[in-house]
């Protein structure tokens, strides 16, 4: 069956650093690879897709790489502000279906 | 900012009653769905839209229903709430670019 899977223990880390997030997958074959910020209560916010066809994406101080040969993508924050604690879920297109399946999330909390 | 709005944010309704859950985009967006999220869990899929006239049942067996009679518009219904359908209800629409615009949600705590 098609699973997510992503840290469900809490990272915490200092500000300033950087904090790297895991996803993987298993019986996907995605075209692309979502990433979403979710504060409690609140809907999910997107932040970065990146397709099959690239390694690397760069939004400002956010970074993703997709490498579908392990089947796991890398979400990096540099320069992590405790205004960055959130839960961060990434998602996949399930099989078939023009539908986002989300992981469960990581909740990243930054010390000041 | 997103332009899709769910209401009411808080329900708290009492076993039996039948209520709808709204959900509105002026983004023109033909893809529309609804997860429903229970506290540090998982989005789980429970109805979706491609267009008017057309939804689809998700992964996680609801009973609810949905409708999608206009573009903007896809409304959920309870016919019968039991403390089982205690979640919150998550509203998303999608364009042409994948990626979702989700609303702030419906908290729906049935006693």
């Known amino acids: 069956s098609q699973k997510i899977e992503q840290n469900s223990e809490a990272l915490n880390i200092q500000e300033g650093k950087t904090a790297t997030l895991t996803c993987n997958y298993t019986?996907?074959?995605?075209?692309?690879l979502q990433w979403y910020r979710q504060d409690p209560g609140r809907g999910p916010v997107f932040l970065l897709l990146?397709?099959?066809?690239?390694k690397e994406k760069r939004k400002e101080r956010l970074k993703v790489t997709f490498d579908t040969t392990l089947k796991q993508s890398l979400f990096h924050i540099t320069a992590s502000q405790p205004a960055d604690s959130a839960t961060y879920l990434c998602a996949l297109e399930a099989t078939g279906r023009r539908a986002l399946t989300f992981g469960s999330g990581t909740r990243l909390q930054v010390q000041p | 900012e997103a332009d899709i709005y769910q209401t009411p944010r808080y329900l708290v309704i009492g076993t039996g009653k039948k209520i709808t859950l709204e959900c509105s985009q002026t983004m023109g967006h033909d893809k529309m769905y609804w997860y429903q999220q229970d506290p540090g869990m998982e989005l789980h899929l429970i109805h979706y839209s491609y267009g008017v006239n057309s939804t689809e049942k998700g992964d996680l067996s609801s009973e609810s229903t949905v409708s999608r009679i206009r573009t903007e518009h896809f409304p959920l219904t309870l016919e019968s709430a039991r403390p089982s359908h205690t979640s919150q209800y998550l509203c998303?629409?999608?364009?042409?670019?994948?990626?979702?615009?989700f609303g702030s949600g419906t908290q729906l705590s049935v006693l």
């Open positions: 998303a629409s999608g364009g042409a670019n994948e990626k979702l615009f």
């Open positions: 990146i397709r099959e066809n690239e």
């Open positions: 019986n996907y074959s995605p075209a692309y």
